[in-house]
């Protein structure tokens, strides 16, 4: 079985602060781990994965997270917050292989991030 | 990665009846997934849905209230049947374009707002 926690269901940041939304795991097996985004009325973003490989992934829009497996975390960050980032985003697991739930993602419960100017 | 369209949009419906969502991807994939998201809540996975195969459930959902098609390799069906208040949701498509061989990322469709009266 596996779980995902995300701490803080909302996180408020001015624009040009650094922005920290964190994720916390739960797997049987090695994980995927996933970060996506959502803007309003719109579907899901990919912004960046780890599979395997190295553990500082970065992604799109500046982006960047870090698996810890001692932490079983995966936080995302971004040294500097834009108006344009304001958005829901949501930490997702998957089994990688040889797991019994091989690509099913389970999903956290989503932080939404303000930005102030 | 692969382009996904969902019909309807947004809907409206009355208690009771039926809503058929269809899901469109721009090439072909094995592995179709269905999801739900409720009012401020996260996604929760519905069942995959393989083509050839018959759908397969997660815990609490079954196929009488979720029936799902799999006709081809590009499109995928989910219909809510029955609906009540309750069903008042986003619902959203997935698909892992590479399969099992090579699993990576899911890429998600727009979504379906369904309310339910």
């Known amino acids: 079985a596996q779980s995902v926690t995300q701490l803080g269901s909302h996180v408020s940041v001015s624009e040009g602060a650094l922005v920290l939304l964190r994720c916390n795991y739960s797997?049987?097996?090695?994980?995927?781990l996933f970060w996506y985004v959502q803007y309003p009325n719109q579907g899901l973003q990919l912004l960046l994965k780890?599979?395997?490989?190295?553990?500082l992934v970065k992604g799109i829009n500046g982006f960047e997270a870090e698996f810890k497996k001692s932490e079983t975390s995966f936080h995302l960050t971004k040294p500097s917050a834009h108006m344009s980032d304001a958005a829901e985003y949501f930490c997702?697991?998957?089994?990688?292989?040889?797991?019994?739930?091989?690509?099913?993602?389970?999903f956290g419960q989503g932080t939404i991030l303000t930005v102030h100017p | 990665s692969a382009v996904i369209s969902q019909k309807p949009s947004r809907d409206i419906c009355q208690r009771g009846t039926s809503l058929t969502i269809q899901c469109q991807v721009d090439?072909?994939?094995?592995?179709m997934f269905w999801y739900r998201q409720q009012p401020g809540q996260s996604l929760t996975l519905i069942a995959t849905?393989?083509?050839?195969?018959?759908?397969?459930?997660e815990s609490g959902f079954v196929i009488d209230k979720f029936p799902i098609s799999r006709p081809n390799l590009t499109f995928s069906t989910l219909t809510v049947s029955n609906m009540s208040p309750e069903d008042s949701s986003i619902y959203l498509c997935?698909?892992?374009?590479?399969?099992?061989?090579?699993?990576?990322?899911?890429?998600f469709g727009p979504g379906t707002r369904l309310t339910v009266l």
């Open positions: 997935s698909v892992e374009p590479r399969g099992l061989a090579a699993y990576n990322e899911q890429f």
């Open positions: 797997s049987s097996v090695p994980p995927y």
């Open positions: 780890y599979t395997t490989g190295a553990t």
């Open positions: 997702a697991v998957s089994e990688g292989a040889g797991g019994t739930s091989y690509g099913k993602l389970t």
């Open positions: 090439s072909q994939v094995t592995m």
């Open positions: 849905a393989n083509q050839g195969s018959e759908a397969t459930y």
